[in-house]
């Protein structure tokens, strides 16, 4: 049998250039140079490091499997070369996600993100990683209910013989710390019916039901640390495999066609569209954003990374960047009023509290009309 590979994506905000905008270079060469040794050393095959936003992405495969601690300290590593960095040049929120380096006023982060896909790899393993900024992994919801139960996005859920049957969707309640698996196209409607609550319920794996085939991840694991109570944005990573027998890169792709609305644009406490991008757009200066997207294409070759190929440097996505654009001067035309703003509970700053707690005295009880 062959030797099963892990791909890791494992990201985190260890501070930034010019507020929450772009990851330095000096950074990114930090990251490379921690991951270069361990390449050499045999820890890991190969890796990437790139960034979104002020998000630094370890893009990794190796033999070790999933939440290997190895793979997760040589992460840290390199988070932590990054942060100094970050300190050194005394770059924005310096180690915001390393929870015991900083603080940058934003309660939310708590540690770096994680997908992490093992793999038998097939004869062509062809992979799309997604990067996000300024949102959280709810964020994929939507589009990944298309890609794998939509035969509008996805025609090879009617036309291939392999796909017809389905798929399975693991989703993760992040309040309770658990998660259940529903099956499309049958339990399509109870599916909607919790991953409509993108804050809440998190698609976070999605199998090929005739075989059981793992064909795509979502980072939500910094979430289910704190699972219990409400936690709020994580700028997320995903995983999707693509082709013979499951969804084409282009099927995939298609449903970021839509720019739709997401949570964590500006102090994260905002709704925008999640805009997708070639990496040279990779970065966040409207409001810190609107929210944006990248998509690397990638052939792992006995472990290799064949790629990227910058997914969303296409015209064939000017017209989605357009509409992101459009909605995002339509809602920024609400200020600091639903549903630009998020709700009262899903805020990462508010001064709610602050303001009734001064306001108490002045608030006068009304009779209710009879
Ligand atoms: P495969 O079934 O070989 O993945 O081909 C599907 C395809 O890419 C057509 O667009
Ligand atoms: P990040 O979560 O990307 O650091 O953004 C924080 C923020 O408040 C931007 O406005
Ligand atoms: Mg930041
Ligand atoms: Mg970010």
Not at 2 to 27: C, M, W, Y
Not at 139 to 151: E, G, H, I
Not at 338 to 367: A, I, N, S, W
Request: glycine content about 8%; cysteine-free; proline content about 6%.
């Amino acid at each position: 049998m062959a030797e099963r590979v892990t791909l890791s994506v494992i990201k985190a905000d260890v501070g930034s250039i010019a507020g929450h905008h772009v990851v330095h270079p000096d950074q990114l060469a930090a990251a490379t140079k921690i991951l270069a040794e361990a390449k050499q050393k045999g820890i890991i095959i190969d890796f990437y490091v790139t960034h979104v936003g002020d998000d630094l992405q370890l893009i990794m495969t190796h033999t070790k499997g999933p939440d290997h601690p190895d793979i997760h300290g040589l992460a840290w590593e390199a988070f932590q070369a990054a942060a100094k960095v970050a300190r050194e040049l005394k770059l924005y929120a310096a180690g915001q996600d390393l929870l015991s380096e900083a603080f940058s006023g934003n309660v939310r982060g708590l540690g770096p993100g994680v997908a992490e896909l093992e793999m038998e790899e097939r004869t062509s393993e062809p992979v799309i990683t997604f990067h996000a900024d300024k949102t959280e992994p709810g964020a994929f919801n939507l589009p990944l209910f298309r890609v794998f139960a939509d035969p509008f996005n996805t025609a090879g859920l009617v036309i291939d013989p392999k796909m017809h049957s389905g798929f399975v969707f693991e989703v993760y309640d992040v309040v309770e710390s658990s998660s259940v698996l529903l099956k499309a196209p049958e339990e399509m409607y109870d599916i909607l019916a919790l991953i409509g609550t993108t804050g809440r319920y998190i698609v976070r794996r999605v199998y090929r039901k005739s075989d059981n085939l793992l064909a795509a991840v979502v980072s939500v694991e910094r979430l289910s640390l704190i699972a219990g109570r409400y936690v709020g944005k994580d700028d997320p990573v995903a995983i999707v495999r693509a082709q013979h027998g499951l969804p084409a890169v282009g099927e995939v792709l298609e449903a970021f066609a839509f720019p739709h609305l997401v949570a964590g644009w500006m102090r994260g406490s905002h709704y925008g569209p999640l805009m997708p991008v070639p990496m040279r757009y990779a970065k966040v200066t409207r409001f810190d954003g609107p929210p944006r997207l990248i998509a690397l294409g990638w052939n792992i070759s006995r472990g290799k990374l064949i790629g990227p190929v910058d997914l969303f440097d296409d015209v064939a996505f000017d017209e989605a960047r357009r509409q992101a654009q459009i909605i995002a001067d339509y809602i920024r035309r609400h200020g600091p009023f639903m549903p630009h703003r998020l709700g009262p509970e899903e805020m990462e700053y508010t001064t709610l509290p602050d303001v009734l707690e001064r306001l108490k005295e002045r608030f006068v009880k009304q009779e209710a009309r009879k």
